[in-house]
């Protein structure tokens, strides 16, 4: 099955600087990488999500880019603001496949100082 | 759009009682629901995907007689926490699908057993 691994587990930053998740999966054949973010005792929101026939996506300042040959896509932040701290996850799945579920990464808890 | 609402957002029980939580996709119809469990610090872990109008599939470890999960509508799942122990204790979280690839998550459910 598929596995991802996201890096790093926690990451501290100053307002305004940059921040940067990565995660490389296993299955090649996956094709969807959603990223989630998640406050303290809330459920996962959907931020972005990239599918395998794109290289990036941006969203203000937002952004995630995919490497299909090394299998790993990554999660930019910038001018990261206090309310950004939360913790990420990334996820992949292989569409279409009938029963197809997200595996998600351990996590990043990201930490934004004033 | 695509807003998914749990009920409770909170219960504490008695050791050996039963708990039900509600799911409920608002603005678009469910065709799948995904019920996880989270502790802290940790990652999302799925406990079993449901389709509606059929049984559920359930992840290897988790016992389906004792968290009974149930889609009669494409707008609501339950999951039943049956026989309710102190290791049960936990944060139960719903998602939901239409068509697409795309999962979005409920608030989650703080379920605690005295």
């Known amino acids: 099955g598929e596995n991802v691994e996201q890096h790093p587990s926690t990451l501290s930053v100053q307002e305004g600087d940059s921040a940067v998740i990565k995660c490389t999966y296993s299955?090649?054949?996956?094709?969807?990488f959603p990223w989630y973010k998640q406050e303290l005792g809330k459920g996962p929101q959907l931020i972005i999500d990239?599918?395998?026939?794109?290289g990036e996506k941006k969203d203000q300042r937002i952004a995630v880019t995919l490497n299909k040959t090394a299998k790993h896509f990554s999660l930019h932040i910038t001018e990261t603001q206090p309310e950004d701290s939360a913790v990420y996850f990334c996820?992949?799945?292989?569409?279409?496949?009938?029963?197809?579920?997200?595996?998600f990464g351990k996590g990043t808890m990201l930490l934004v100082s004033p | 759009g695509a807003v998914v609402s749990q009920h409770p957002s909170w219960v504490i029980c008695k050791s050996g009682t039963s708990v039900k939580i509600e799911c409920r996709s608002l603005?678009?119809?469910?065709?799948?629901m995904f019920w996880y469990r989270q502790f802290p610090k940790q990652s999302l872990m799925l406990m079993a995907t449901?389709?509606?109008?059929?049984?559920?599939?359930?992840e290897q470890g988790v016992e389906k007689d004792k968290f009974l999960i149930n889609h009669a509508s494409l707008t609501l799942s339950t999951l039943t926490v049956t026989s309710a122990h102190p290791e049960d204790s936990s944060f139960y979280i719903c998602?939901?699908?239409?068509?697409?690839?795309?999962?979005?998550f409920g608030p989650g459910t703080r379920l605690t057993v005295l």
């Open positions: 996820a992949a799945i292989l569409r279409g496949s009938g029963y197809s579920t997200l595996t």
């Open positions: 449901s389709n509606e109008g059929s049984k559920a599939t359930y």
């Open positions: 299955d090649s054949a996956s094709n969807y």
């Open positions: 603005d678009f119809q469910a065709t799948t």
């Open positions: 990239i599918r395998s026939n794109v």
């Open positions: 998602s939901a699908r239409e068509w697409g690839d795309t999962q979005y």
